[in-house]
């Protein structure tokens, strides 16, 4: 075994060593103290305000970010169930304004609480988020892991010293359970359980023919999840779909040629130093290079986490924004790799290199820094980025207003690109240059943007028509 290896093993080790000890002191913990809040002191989830659901989902995003394997859908995906989970968790406590979502899902069993008996909901919420990130992020780096066990462990030294024994092992039991029920649920979905392990089917053979995705410049890599359109949805289905892309034509009047023509110039005018804003966009919102950035899908709840701070939401506000959010995302992955992977249209570079007879031609995503740029190793129609916006803005309009003026923040301070933040008049626009960033990146077709776009406000309308309030 070579050096780095074992210091990387006995860094690993260390770190469960750490967190079980931890573990074992708290268990010692606060016994003998007199508890500070009382049955009768007890809150709502409302009563309490968003700063705990934000510090669970900023490092959620670490752990999307870090995680090998956890590619856009796969962490759509996550997103969902583990907001469904936290959601579900202290549904209980603030059931005279929402409602529990077991009924609208089959096979889905939550745990019930006990009616006589009191609960602390930060402590039912910190035990189903940290039992979540164990569940579905059990290969995240050691330090990664390390961090949800020490932000548990502290919170939970906080609310030990504070409540009475029993009100703290309920409470921490309880989130546990419903943490480990949802994730049981998730697990049921065989095809979308613990992709993670196998973003690539190596028995899968793209159709071939003029038009058509083939693995692409510089990587040449296998479809990335060439089945995820079979992956079990919240809400959306089958009939959550894009029309036929445009016809094929090599034509330079036809549509498609001049859609092609459009990528080419824009990124050829963005290399010359031209077009600089459009530059700024395409890198803005790019979340394609992996640990770089969190995922394009994890990016819309980096937008969540910055509304919910302003807006100054209540706890129970912010977990009903990351879990729709979650669930619209997981479920705008789904439908978008399902009618990718239905028409399988080629991406722009194999059109332009061959069409325009420009076989050097390449696009701006994610440059290695020896001149390799790179080209997302699925079919282009429709695209996932403007799916995964659209859904998302779909929500956070409907929770939040539709004259929502906001501050891009996500990226601010980055020195790898340009981060600076941008401005936008409500969430819609947001999602449009989110599409539009595709076009001058150089990995998609107008069309594809403006497909994903109405798909994704589909799934979007159909994730806030879940019953969730009273």
Known sequence: ??????????????????????????????????????????????????????????????????????????????????????????????????????????????????????????????????????????????????EVYRLRNELFLEYKNALDPEIFDRSSAYGRQVAQAVYNWSATDQLGHQAYLRNTDPTYQPPTGIGR?????????????????????????????????????????????????????????????????????????????????????????????????????????????YARVGMALCDAGIRAWGEKYRWNVERPIDYIRRVMNDPNWNTIMCPDGSGNYYTPNFPGYPSGHATFGAAAAEVLTDLYGASYDFVDRCHEDRTEFDGRPRSFDDFYEMAEENAYSRVPIGVHFKMDSDSGLNLGYRVGQKVNNLPWRN
Not at 26 to 31: K, P, T, V, Y
Not at 44 to 51: D, F
Request: charged letters at 20%; aromatic letters at 12%; a negative charge.
């Open 1 to 146: 075994m070579k050096l780095f290896d074992l210091f990387k093993l006995r860094n690993a080790r260390m770190t469960a060593i750490m967190a079980l000890a931890l573990t074992l002191v708290l268990s010692g913990c606060g016994d003998d103290e007199d508890p500070i809040i009382s049955d009768t002191e007890l809150k709502k989830p409302q009563e309490y305000n968003y700063e705990l659901a934000l510090e669970w989902n900023t490092l959620l995003l670490n752990l999307e970010r870090f995680t090998p394997g956890y590619r856009p859908p796969v962490s759509g995906r996550a997103l969902g169930y583990v907001g469904l989970a936290a959601y579900e968790a202290i549904q209980p406590g603030m059931s005279d304004i929402y409602n529990s979502l077991e009924g609208e899902f089959d096979g889905l069993v939550i745990p019930k609480i006990d009616p006589g008996s009191a609960y602390h909901w930060p402590t039912v919420l910190t035990a189903c988020y940290a039992k979540s990130f164990e569940l579905f992020f059990p290969t995240a780096p050691s330090e990664h892991l390390f």
């Open 213 to 321: 995705w083939q693995p692409t410049y510089p990587d040449y890599q296998p479809g990335l999840l060439p089945y995820w359109g079979n992956v079990r949805t919240f809400v959306a289905d089958a009939s959550d779909a894009t029309p036929a892309p445009l016809g094929y034509s090599e034509q330079p009047g036809s549509a498609l040629y001049q859609e092609a023509l459009q990528t080419r110039d824009l990124v050829n005018q963005i290399k010359q130093g031209q077009k600089q804003e459009d530059a700024w966009i395409a890198i803005f919102w790019s979340d394609d290079c992996p640990i770089l950035t969190f995922t394009p899908a994890g990016r819309w709840i980096a937008v969540a986490n910055q509304v919910i701070e302003r807006e100054d939401a209540s706890l129970a506000l912010a977990v009903e924004t």
